[in-house]
């Protein structure tokens, strides 16, 4: 069997006679000499790295979780065959742990004057823009024993958008949509305030109802139908100040609230509402306004993902006043912020009237799971002390909650896999009541 490369330059130096092997300089010349230069050649047949082109193509957006596909496409110019080790290095927050080392590594082949491609899959573990880095090739020649090495700069970037994990509950919210609206079988007579038309009044019906001038024009009562008003203006307002970047489970705060904000911005486009984002700590770091019915989850998406919470006191005074220039008319204000008992008496109370007396206010917030365990945990003296803590904490929580809902404020008080469905339900029942 032949042997090749590396393996038959060894094999050769191997079998030459015990004497070469002296000492002398003559003898380490001998020895040294074939290797050089097949050391020599080898190098002199690697191909060059810096003639190499690079271009990339593929996925430029993808959503937390899920996988991202980015092409490089290596083309070699040169008349030696590339053989060569390549990694494709991106941040460490586009990969799982561990996979970063089988994902961005290839080796390849590529033929004078040919290209060929590889492709990097990345999933990352964060949200916002991630940028690739250096593309290092190492080329090896036909023995294997010299190489060259360069590295390249081929700039690609990759947004990671915000999951939208509640997007499930979207259907069911669309059924009790269409159940307000009259689309379906199952009306709910009565709730609305928009006209929509008149029909034979049945044993049952709200006698206030009747529309007594259409009953005189006809030989049966009739009565009026309503719908919930449409066109109707949604502003959503992220607070993005430090207590948006406490964790809850594994991710902030601020997370959880913007999935909620995506689940209501989704059927309020649905219903024929028109929504608006803003995103404020101490200054603007999101605003979308203006988005047609079809464009508004898209741009809320795209807005959403590279928001980080700020560690800084929001300012509530500054959030209200750019909050009310947003919304001229009245307006239906969604504030996704918390319900620590200090900020909001210090912050929120005082400023909060200017909302209330032109805009219906709906405050949601992400309570904590493991302080609703550790109220009922016992057994133990620790234990005790923990409940009693948490116990403390609720009350507190719900203490600011009343004094929220004394100034008019529905309030939304749910752990992060319950809050977007139940501000989606909180959305429906003031639509119902007529109270947008």
Request: aromatic letters at 4%; one cysteine or more; proline letters at 6%.
């Amino acid at each position: 069997m032949a042997l090749t490369g590396r393996t038959a330059l060894l094999a050769a130096l191997g079998s030459l006679p015990v004497g070469i092997w002296d000492p002398s300089w003559t003898g380490i010349l001998a020895v040294n000499a074939p290797l050089a230069l097949a050391c020599a050649c080898d190098f002199a047949l690697a191909a060059p790295v810096r003639r190499l082109g690079l271009t990339r193509s593929g996925d430029t957006s993808v959503r937390l979780g899920e996988f991202a596909d980015v092409t490089l496409t290596v083309t070699n110019s040169s008349r030696r065959p590339l053989r060569a080790h390549l990694r494709d290095a991106w941040p460490p927050s586009t990969w799982r742990s561990g996979t970063e080392t089988t994902a961005s590594r290839h080796h390849l082949t590529v033929p004078p004057g040919e290209r060929r491609r590889v492709t990097t899959r990345l999933r990352p573990t964060r949200r916002g823009d991630h940028q690739a880095d250096r593309v290092t090739i190492r080329s090896y020649g036909p023995l294997g024993l010299f190489t060259r090495q360069g590295t390249h700069k081929v700039p690609w970037t990759v947004r990671v958008l915000p999951p939208f994990n509640s997007r499930k509950h979207l259907p069911s919210k669309l059924a009790r949509l269409r159940e307000l609206d009259g689309r379906t079988s199952v009306l709910t007579r009565g709730e609305g305030t928009e006209f929509d038309s008149l029909r034979e009044y049945v044993p049952g019906d709200d006698t206030r109802s009747i529309d007594w001038r259409a009953t005189a024009r006809q030989s049966a009562v009739a009565v009026r139908t309503w719908r919930p008003e449409r066109d109707r203006h949604i502003v959503l307002v992220l607070d993005t100040g430090r207590t948006s970047a406490g964790r809850v489970g594994d991710a902030p705060r601020l997370d959880a609230s913007m999935d909620a904000a995506l689940l209501l911005a989704a059927l309020a486009s649905r219903a024929g509402d028109r929504v608006d984002l803003l995103a404020y700590d101490r200054r603007v770091r999101a605003l979308v306004q203006g988005r047609a019915a079809g464009d508004v989850l898209p741009s809320l998406v795209n807005a959403m993902a590279t928001l980080e919470p700020e560690l800084v006191e929001t300012d509530a005074r500054g959030l209200t006043a750019t909050a009310l220039r947003s919304a001229p008319r009245r307006s239906l204000i969604v504030l996704l912020t918390t319900l620590d008992t200090a900020p909001v008496e210090e912050g929120l109370l005082p400023v909060l009237p200017q909302l209330t007396q032109r805009h219906t206010v709906l405050v949601a917030s992400v309570a904590d799971p493991h302080i609703a365990r550790m109220a009922t945990a016992r057994g133990n003296a620790e234990a005790i002390y923990e409940a009693a803590a948490a116990a403390q904490a609720q009350t507190e929580r719900h203490r600011t909650a009343e004094q929220l809902r004394r100034h008019g404020v529905t309030v939304v008080d749910a752990t992060p896999e319950e809050l977007a469905p139940a501000l989606a339900d909180a959305y429906l029942a003031l639509k119902a009541a007529g109270r947008l």
